[in-house]
């Protein structure tokens, strides 16, 4: 975020990160110093040599949003009103490297964000900074815009493209065999899962213990019959590896189609369903379901017509004389 100069060693560093198949993200801004940046040990991740600071005020314009870095805005391209946040400053590059892709230029056809494959990573770098308030002489409005919700929308989808958001999947159905693939730093002897979770399954909340082959790059994970959360673990304090991922019910389950009547009495039964059509259908059918139907009304009917009955024949048989 608009970083000064730094030690050769921490570039360095920086590189040898993004090589070994990490993200980095770069904002130029009022911090940098082209002479600094220009030296042989900043220029393994920048795309360019810097040129000069340019005050041609312009704005983003995303002319190809098929990257995934911009997958959010892809659908609101022509909705996006970028001229509301200007770009009032930028660091001008010279020719960038052959391994070096233009995600989004400015309206004034220099490059605003940069794209540089650094061995199994990448690098971003954005030649206006983001991090500059709104006042005090401001780069530019973009963050800080009326409404900046585009830039949230860049952020975002930047961020999750530089932490690999969209390289591993992380979601798996229920018996599906999971596949963690394991950057060089993570290679481990051995791992414990923790099973997502607690209940009274025999396995559920519990800590397996898993060893690997020598040379093992890839984590294999069959017992995925639980739903929820697992974790990854090995490296004791160091976490050196520590990931993570989720086991959900397969999507049939949550199917909310009208389903046929029909369909209903195959599975549970002619006997044991019946179809509602009103609102008193239901209640009536939960009420027979609950309390049963009432005797009370028919036995008083017939209670009035065995007292009648009897009295028809008291008086016939029981008739006194005149």
């Not at 970083?3 to 060693?9: D, E, F, G, Y």
């Not at 971003?124 to 401001?138: E, F, L, N, Y």
């Not at 590896?241 to 599975?267: K, M, W, Y």
């Not at 006997?271 to 049963?292: K, P």
């Amino acid at each position: 975020m608009d970083p000064p100069p730094l030690a050769s060693v921490a570039w360095q560093a920086l590189t040898d990160y993004v090589h070994s198949g990490g993200g980095l993200g770069i904002f130029l801004g009022r911090h940098a110093r082209r002479d600094e940046f220009n030296e042989p040990a900043p220029q393994q991740l920048l795309p360019a040599k810097l040129r000069w600071q340019s005050r041609d005020a312009s704005y983003l314009r995303l002319s190809a949003t098929n990257h995934p870095a911009l997958a959010e805005l892809a659908e609101l391209a022509d909705a996006v009103p970028w001229p509301e946040f200007p770009v009032f400053k930028f660091w001008e590059l010279e020719e960038p490297a052959s391994n070096v892709y233009v995600l989004v230029p400015l309206a004034n056809a220099q490059p605003a964000i940069l794209e540089r494959q650094v061995g199994a990573g990448r690098a971003i770098t954005m030649t206006t900074p983001v991090s500059d308030p709104a006042h005090g002489d401001p780069w530019n409005l973009l963050p800080t815009g009326p409404d900046p919700w585009p830039f949230l929308a860049l952020a975002d989808g930047l961020m999750e493209y530089l932490a690999g958001a969209g390289d591993a999947k992380l979601n798996y159905t229920a018996g599906q065999t999971v596949l963690l693939r394991l950057a060089p730093e993570e290679q481990v002897a051995s791992y414990v899962l923790q099973m997502p979770g607690t209940g009274t399954h025999a396995q559920r909340g519990s800590a397996v213990r898993q060893s690997l082959t020598p040379g093992q790059r890839d984590l294999t994970i069959s017992s995925t019959e639980l739903l929820g959360n697992y974790r990854v673990r090995a490296g004791g304090r160091d976490g050196r590896l520590d990931r993570g991922f989720s086991v959900n019910a397969p999507e049939e389950f949550s199917q909310l189609a009208r389903a046929d009547f029909a369909a209903i009495q195959d599975a549970l039964g002619k006997d044991r369903v019946r179809l509602a059509r009103t609102r008193g259908e239901i209640e009536l059918g939960v009420g027979l379901g609950r309390v049963g139907r009432e005797l009370f009304p028919a036995l008083i009917v017939a209670v009035a017509l065995v007292l009648a009955a009897e009295q028809l024949l008291a008086n016939r048989f029981y008739r006194t004389a005149a």
